[in-house]
Nanobody, 122 residues
């Protein structure tokens, strides 16, 4: 059974960068569609990137600042976030799902990690 564990969150100043990790166990990650989502208070969980094989997708709101990558040998997916803004603050989750698109939604994903907190503040 696939299990996902996020790490790498923390407190970062505006303009800084952060790389989040999503480590998988119980199943090889290579054929799995992985998405990253973030949850901010009062808002619905928002998809910020996804990876399906060699394809990556980003919503327009984060394109250019977020980069998803995967290391299949380490069974890990990464999310690099550059030029961090206070509005990037939230809990970031990785999840395994069935569709990778720029309009990804949380109901397309069925297996979730526990999340990692990112706080952008000076």
């Amino acid at each position: 059974q696939l299990q996902l564990v996020e790490s790498g969150g923390g407190l970062v100043q505006p303009g800084g960068s952060l790389t989040l990790s999503c480590a998988a166990s119980g199943f090889p990650l290579a054929p799995v569609i992985i998405g990253w989502f973030r949850q901010t208070p009062g808002k619905e969980r928002e998809g910020v990137s996804c990876s399906a094989g060699g394809i990556t997708k980003y919503p327009e709101s984060v394109e250019g600042r977020f980069t998803i990558s995967r290391d299949n040998a380490k069974n890990t997916v990464y999310l690099q976030i550059n030029s961090l803004k206070p509005e990037d603050t939230g809990v970031y989750y990785c999840a395994a799902g069935s569709i990778c698109s720029t309009t990804m939604t949380y109901d397309m994903y069925t297996t979730w990690g526990q999340g990692t907190q990112v706080t952008v503040s000076s």
